[in-house]
Nanobody, 114 residues
Framework: QVQLVESGGGLVQAGGSLRLSCVAS????????MAWYRQAPGKQRELVAF???????NYAGSVKGRFTISRDNAKNTVYLQMNSLKPEDTAVYYC????????WGQGTQVTVSS
């Protein structure tokens, strides 16, 4: 059974940093374009960043320059380093493939206080 397990969220003050991790128990991980998404209360889930199998990255405009996505194929893990956090970054963060093809995990809550 494919699982996505996100961790690393928490409560942080504006300007702070967090590093999220996501372990994907899927045999094709190293070939997948992996992505981070977030969903704020009352809003639709949005794509935050994605990384190709070769390490090319892309970011939503709202996080560009502050967030960094990376991956470790040996560990089936994708990371999201979040710096200079803002209250508007508050959301539940999820990982999945770029196409959302895996069953969604429970996510990890990130709360940024002003």
């Amino acid at each position: 059974q494919v699982q996505l397990v996100e961790s690393g969220g928490g409560l942080v003050q504006a300007g702070g940093s967090l590093r999220l991790s996501c372990v994907a128990s899927v045999s094709t991980f190293s070939f997948e374009i992996m992505a981070w998404y977030r969903q704020a209360p009352g809003k639709q889930r949005e794509l935050v960043a994605f990384i190709s199998s070769g390490g090319n990255t892309n970011y939503a405009g709202s996080v560009k320059g502050r967030f960094t996505i990376s991956r470790d194929n040996a560990k089936n893990t994708v990371y999201l380093q979040m710096n200079s956090l803002k209250p508007e970054d508050t959301a539940v963060y999820y990982c999945n493939t770029y196409y959302g093809s895996l069953a969604w995990g429970q996510g990890t809550q990130v709360t940024v206080s002003s």
